[in-house]
């Protein structure tokens, strides 16, 4: 069973940066893509940015300039650093991972959120 754990969220004033973590772990034959959602309170969830095994980024248009997703392959790991925050950046932000079995089947994986809140 594998198991995405976010790690980074906080409070931030804004304009502040935060840098988010997500470690993947189990079993794990090929990673196709990981990626970055996020859910304002009364809001649907929402992408934020993804990466491909490729190194292929893409970017929600609110965040782009301000925020830069990369990845360790070696480590399962993918990051988001976020800069100039703004309070409209506030929601619990999801990791997301497209993955293979190791019997070849296609899996679609979440972890459980991590909190960011902007605020003065």
């Known amino acids: 069973q594998v198991q995405l754990v976010e790690s980074g969220g906080g409070l931030v004033q804004p304009g502040g940066s935060l840098r988010l973590s997500c470690a993947a772990s189990?079993?794990?034959?090929?990673?196709?893509?990981m990626g970055w959602y996020r859910q304002a309170p009364g809001k649907q969830r929402e992408l934020v940015a993804t990466?491909?095994?490729?190194?292929?980024?893409a970017y929600a248009d609110s965040v782009k300039g301000r925020f830069t997703i990369s990845g360790d392959n070696a480590k399962n790991t993918v990051y988001l650093q976020m800069n100039s925050l703004k309070p409209e950046d506030t929601a619990v932000y999801y990791c997301?991972?497209?993955?293979?079995?190791?019997?070849?089947?296609?899996?679609?994986?979440w972890g459980q959120g991590t909190h960011v809140t902007v605020s003065s």
């Open positions: 997301n991972m497209g993955y293979y079995t190791f019997k070849g089947i296609a899996v679609d994986a």
């Open positions: 189990g079993s794990i034959f090929g990673i196709n893509n």
């Open positions: 990466i491909t095994s490729g190194d292929s980024t």
